[in-house]
């Protein structure tokens, strides 16, 4: 895949990460703890310095090649360059692989290898992407929850609701992280999981249960209206003035 994406991209990315992933990995860390982290579309690894800090040894990256190895938050030996729209293997498991907000942002003849990919790095993926109507920057391939709980399913994961119950109130969490963010287990770890987390398993067939307020879902209604050029163009207009106001 071309590289479509600035240093402004990267920098709207980490400024809109660092408070949300703090909040994120607060609340679930207490049960998830994992000893390793990969994380899948990393950019600059924004997620990964908040692992660091629950105290994580670990920490991988992939994304793409044009990713500037100076401006990373995780060590740079661990950062492995992959153009994610073809599947990729690094020849391990981690504890946990993670990739939030990440898949909508490649062609929809991707989606079935990327998932491949993240179920073959861990027993354990952290996940979320856009759903139609949210909008963003390059955003081609915005899907509902349950086509990625389909395609999961496929390689024997199940979905968890388990994330967006604590934070979905969390008004500092920005809304994709609070409304799209599911955990998949593969079935053979399912019976491990705590009881309360075993309990949000969500529903296999028909739609996932969508916990965003009727603001959030009028807002998708009427994005979905807009070309998709009108939107990228929105997109990258509100990321220069948040960094212009971050900087």
Not at 101 to 122: D, N, R
Not at 176 to 185: A, H, P, Q, S
Not at 230 to 240: D, P
Request: glycine share 8%; hydrophobic share 40%.
């Amino acid at each position: 895949m071309d590289h479509i994406y600035t240093d402004t991209f990267f920098d709207y990315i980490d400024a809109e990460s660092c408070r949300s992933a703090e909040i994120v990995l607060s609340k679930s860390m207490g049960w998830l703890a994992p000893k390793s982290v990969l994380d899948v579309g990393c950019g600059r690894g924004a997620w990964l310095r908040h692992w660091r800090q629950q105290g994580v040894p670990e920490l991988h990256g992939v994304d793409g090649d044009f990713v500037d190895r100076a401006a990373l938050h995780f060590p740079p030996e661990n950062f492995h360059p992959h153009d994610l729209s073809a599947p990729f293997a690094l020849g391990r498991e981690f504890d946990l692989v993670q990739s939030l907000e990440v898949a909508e942002h490649l062609p929809p003849a991707a989606a079935e290898g990327f998932v491949q990919s993240l179920t073959a790095h861990s027993q354990h993926v952290l996940f979320s992407a856009a759903v139609p109507g949210q909008g963003g920057e390059h955003h081609v391939n915005e899907r509902p929850q349950a086509y990625w709980r389909d395609l999961f399913a496929r390689h024997g994961y199940k979905g968890f609701d388990c994330i967006r119950p604590h934070v979905k109130g969390e008004r500092e969490v920005r809304p994709w992280y609070r409304y799209n963010t599911l955990l998949f287990v593969h079935q053979d770890q399912v019976a491990s999981l705590p009881p309360e987390i075993a309990a949000t398993e969500v529903t296999a067939t028909g739609p996932v249960a969508f916990p965003a307020p009727l603001s959030w879902r009028l807002r998708l209604l009427l994005v979905r209206l807009l070309p998709l050029g009108a939107v990228t163009g929105l997109a990258k207009l509100n990321a220069r003035l948040k960094v212009a106001r971050k900087g």
